[in-house]
């Protein structure tokens, strides 16, 4: 009986076992976990500025790696402002004049609603993932998982906004994995800017960051924070949802 | 003597009459070149000041990029209330400038936006001037005016809708809806496509900004007073966290247009004046060495070599003067006649990718110039004949009777 148990305890043990993962297996992991297949979000994000600072209430909204639609609650200013994404391409939706706006190309850069991240970041959210090589530098054991530092290179002749981007995340024993902390370089080698990834608890069912830091390098006294207050992942999402003429509704 | 010198200007019709010619045309020429340097500088710095950048900027203080203002007047009250009694001030308006993305049904594109005071602007600035369609802004509060290339781009008219979008003072994302009222052309292809007027009061709305604004811009009654004006307005408004620039500090591209222009100009000038001076000492050099044999007779005579050399002199000194009022004639008829007609150049397509550039040119007189070209020519004439005396003055009667 007690080596029934123990052998079941040792079976229990091996199932647990992390199934040995690449270094792209880590990436994509760590880019997936705060968006899932689909999922929706209830997110606050503060931005501080040495001349102003301001807060947003953003319910957001993913399906695959293509589709993202994003919903400002608050401040009643911009109240109904929408952000939908379809691919490459994206759109706006002024609530405050009840216009759409279609992203041109030249805006890509500007800043998404007066915070750290532009337009391109939620374009390019898997950009980490596809266009880039990845290489393992370290890993060292951290507080029940282990940390990963990753660098990762553009691939020839993609589509890329960073020169190099140094990547953590942590692998849980289990195969979970979470980001901790990623840095952007410029093609000059320049650090650009740096985002930690902090505060994991369970939410939604899964082990995730629920507090993510962007601090621009060279904008001292900028810094915008995301403090994800709510996700349900695998939520049914058919593609109208994400359309252009919902948007407007 | 003076009339000995007038008997033999007139001995040789023929050949003072080619002096004379070619003296004239000379100047007229040097006074033409310098009237069209003249005129190429007021017309661009009057037109690009006219059409954007004003005589005169109040900023506030510390404001990095001085094109598109980073920082705010928070009160405008006091700099309004200096700039109304300030000597020497025309005319000024508040402003906020910034950049924006204009969008239609069709296209979004980068814009600069200028929100400005439409009853003040009608008479301060130009850009009422260039409408080729539509009417000047009026009290309403969305209206707009687009450059042709913009409104192509955007595929609006007259009537059309206007989307702007830029960043508020607070960091949101301010939009106003605006109405296509008027579409001027002002020449420049970069102004045309990329600057969309407005009233003040919808552009504070855009960027939230309330009663607040990022510019003052003015216009002096003399030019040429211009930095005396300024340093008056910058002693009016001390204490006040402002900065007073003039033109010259904010469109550097003007200075740098207006340098380069100077430099070329003033080579071909330079060139011009070189040949006109060779082409005097020429003439004058080859009538006296005409005339050895009759300096030579004259010396056989008893006249001293002095009196020889100020014959000469007297001679050059009125042939030069005859070409000179010939020359200042026919350059003046010159310059009243295009400063009436105008003078189609392409400058303007030349400079017009950067800023507006008008493509007729109407010629001005610069007196000061004028009078120190017309003295020029005038002393290179009455020298140039001087050699030529002193070479006969130094060879002894009897060789000078022997040259042929």
Same mark, same amino acid.
């Given at each position: 009986?007690?080596?029934?148990?123990?052998?079941?305890?040792?079976?229990?043990?091996?199932?647990?076992?992390?199934?040995?993962?690449?270094?792209?297996?880590?990436?994509?992991?760590?880019?997936?976990?705060?968006?899932?297949?689909?999922?929706?979000? %209830?997110?606050?994000?503060?931005?501080?500025?040495?001349?102003?600072?301001?807060?947003?209430?953003?319910?957001?909204?993913?399906?695959?790696?293509?589709?993202?639609?994003?919903?400002?609650?608050?401040?009643?200013?911009?109240?109904?402002?929408?952000?939908?994404?379809?691919?490459?391409?994206?759109?706006?939706?002024?609530?405050?004049?009840? %216009?759409?706006?279609?992203?041109?190309?030249?805006?890509?850069?500007?800043?998404?609603?007066?915070?750290?991240?532009?337009?391109?970041?939620?374009?390019?959210?898997?950009?980490?993932?596809?266009?880039?090589?990845?290489?393992?530098?370290?890993?060292?054991?951290?507080?029940?998982?282990?940390?990963?530092?990753?660098q990762a290179d553009p691939k020839p002749d993609a589509p890329v906004v960073w020169g190099k981007v140094l990547f953590e995340a942590g692998v849980f024993p289990d195969g979970w994995v979470i980001p901790l902390r990623e840095e952007d370089y410029n093609e000059r080698g320049e650090l650009v800017r740096t985002i930690v990834l902090s505060q994991v608890r369970e939410l939604g069912g899964r082990r995730v960051p629920t507090r993510l830091e962007c601090a621009p390098e060279r904008k001292k006294g900028r810094k915008t924070?995301?403090?994800?207050?709510?996700?349900?992942?695998?939520?049914?999402?058919?593609?109208?949802?994400?359309?252009?003429?919902?948007?407007?509704? | 003597?003076?009339?000995?010198?007038?008997?033999?200007?007139?001995?040789?019709?023929?050949?003072?009459?080619?002096?004379?010619?070619?003296?004239?045309?000379?100047?007229?020429?040097?006074?033409?070149?310098?009237?069209?340097?003249?005129?190429?500088?007021?017309?661009?710095?009057?037109?690009?000041?006219?059409?954007?950048? &004003?005589?005169?900027?109040?900023?506030?203080?510390?404001?990095?990029?001085?094109?598109?203002?980073?920082?705010?007047?928070?009160?405008?009250?006091?700099?309004?209330?200096?700039?109304?009694?300030?000597?020497?001030?025309?005319?000024?308006?508040?402003?906020?400038?910034?950049?924006?993305?204009?969008?239609?049904?069709?296209?979004?594109?980068?814009?600069?936006?200028?929100?400005?005071?439409?009853?003040?602007?009608?008479?301060?600035?130009?850009? *009422?001037?260039?409408?080729?369609?539509?009417?000047?802004?009026?009290?309403?509060?969305?209206?707009?005016?687009? &450059?042709?290339?913009?409104?192509?781009?955007?595929?609006?008219?007259?009537?059309?809708?206007?989307?702007?979008?830029?960043?508020?003072?607070?960091?949101?994302?301010?939009?106003?809806?605006?109405?296509?009222?008027?579409?001027?052309?002002?020449?420049?292809?970069?102004?045309?496509?990329?600057?969309?007027?407005?009233?003040?009061?919808?552009?504070?709305?855009?960027?939230?900004?309330?009663?607040?604004?990022?510019?003052?811009?003015?216009?002096?009654? /003399?030019?040429?007073?211009?930095?005396? @004006?300024? /340093?008056?307005?910058?002693?009016?408004?001390?204490?006040?966290?402002?900065?007073?620039?003039?033109?010259?500090?904010?469109?550097?591209?003007?200075?740098?247009?207006?340098?380069?222009? /100077?430099?070329?100009?003033?080579?071909?000038?330079?060139?011009?004046?070189?040949?006109?001076?060779?082409?005097?000492?020429?003439?004058?050099?080859?009538?006296?060495?005409?005339?050895?044999?009759?300096?030579?007779?004259?010396?056989?005579?008893?006249?001293?070599?002095?009196?020889?050399?100020?014959? @000469?002199?007297?001679?050059?000194?009125?042939?030069?003067?005859?070409? *000179?009022?010939?020359?200042?004639?026919?350059?003046?008829?010159?310059?009243?006649?295009?400063?009436?007609?105008?003078?189609?150049?392409?400058?303007?397509?030349?400079?017009?990718?950067?800023?507006?550039? /008008?493509?007729?040119?109407?010629?001005?007189?610069?007196?000061?110039?004028?009078?120190?070209?017309?003295?020029?020519?005038?002393?290179?004439?009455?020298?140039?004949?001087?050699?030529?005396?002193?070479?006969?003055?130094?060879?002894?009667?009897?060789?000078?009777?022997?040259?042929?």
């Open positions: 009986m007690i080596l029934r148990a123990l052998a079941c305890a040792l079976a229990l043990g091996a199932a647990a076992q992390a199934p040995k993962l690449t270094v792209h297996e880590v990436v994509d992991r760590a880019n997936k976990v705060l968006r899932g297949d689909s999922s929706r979000a %209830r997110v606050l994000m503060s931005i501080t500025t040495p001349d102003w600072s301001r807060e947003l209430d953003i319910e957001s909204w993913n399906s695959g790696r293509t589709k993202a639609l994003i919903l400002i609650h608050a401040p009643p200013k911009e109240k109904g402002t929408a952000t939908l994404r379809r691919g490459e391409e994206m759109w706006m939706w002024m609530a405050r004049v009840e %216009r759409l706006l279609k992203i041109p190309p030249a805006m890509m850069h500007s800043s998404w609603q007066g915070s750290d991240f532009d337009y391109e970041d939620i374009v390019k959210a898997d950009s980490i993932v596809k266009d880039y090589e990845h290489k393992l530098l370290k890993s060292s054991p951290g507080p029940g998982y282990d940390v990963y530092r990753i924070v995301l403090t994800y207050r709510d996700i349900q992942f695998d939520v049914n999402l058919p593609d109208s949802f994400f359309s252009v003429s919902r948007l407007q509704k | 003597m003076w009339l000995l010198a007038w008997r033999n200007v007139w001995r040789n019709r023929r050949r003072s009459l080619f002096t004379v010619l070619s003296i004239g045309s000379g100047l007229a020429a040097i006074l033409f070149g310098q009237s069209l340097i003249e005129t190429i500088q007021v017309q661009l710095v009057e037109k690009a000041t006219g059409v954007f950048s &004003g005589h005169l900027q109040v900023l506030a203080r510390g404001v990095g990029d001085l094109k598109l203002p980073d920082k705010r007047i928070e009160d405008p009250g006091p700099v309004a209330r200096a700039l109304e009694v300030a000597p020497g001030v025309a005319g000024w308006e508040r402003r906020w400038v910034g950049t924006g993305l204009a969008s239609s049904k069709k296209d979004s594109v980068g814009v600069l936006v200028c929100g400005m005071e439409p009853e003040k602007d009608r008479t301060l600035m130009s850009i *009422a001037s260039y409408l080729v369609r539509g009417t000047f802004l009026g009290r309403e509060t969305d209206g707009a005016l687009i &450059g042709e290339k913009l409104a192509a781009q955007l595929g609006v008219d007259l009537g059309g809708e206007l989307v702007l979008m830029a960043s508020a003072i607070d960091g949101s994302i301010g939009a106003e809806v605006l109405k296509v009222r008027g579409i001027y052309r002002t020449g420049s292809q970069t102004f045309d496509a990329s600057i969309v007027y407005a009233p003040l009061s919808a552009v504070q709305r855009l960027h939230d900004a309330g009663a607040r604004v990022n510019q003052f811009v003015a216009r002096v009654s /003399d030019p040429a007073r211009l930095d005396q @004006v300024r /340093d008056g307005l910058a002693r009016s408004l001390r204490g006040l966290p402002v900065a007073v620039l003039t033109w010259k500090d904010v469109d550097h591209e003007l200075v740098g247009v207006q340098r380069y222009q /100077d430099a070329i100009l003033n080579v071909i000038l330079a060139v011009v004046f070189a040949i006109v001076g060779l082409g005097i000492l020429n003439t004058m050099f080859m009538s006296m060495l005409e005339r050895t044999r009759e300096f030579g007779l004259l010396m056989a005579m008893g006249a001293r070599r002095g009196t020889v050399l100020r014959m @000469v002199a007297a001679e050059s000194l009125l042939l030069g003067a005859l070409g *000179a009022a010939a020359g200042a004639a026919a350059g003046w008829a010159l310059i009243a006649y295009y400063g009436r007609t105008g003078l189609a150049l392409p400058v303007g397509d030349a400079v017009g990718f950067f800023m507006p550039f /008008d493509r007729v040119l109407y010629l001005r007189p610069v007196w000061g110039r004028h009078a120190f070209a017309l003295a020029a020519v005038l002393a290179a004439s009455a020298l140039s004949g001087l050699p030529a005396a002193l070479r006969a003055a130094r060879m002894s009667p009897a060789d000078s009777l022997r040259s042929v």
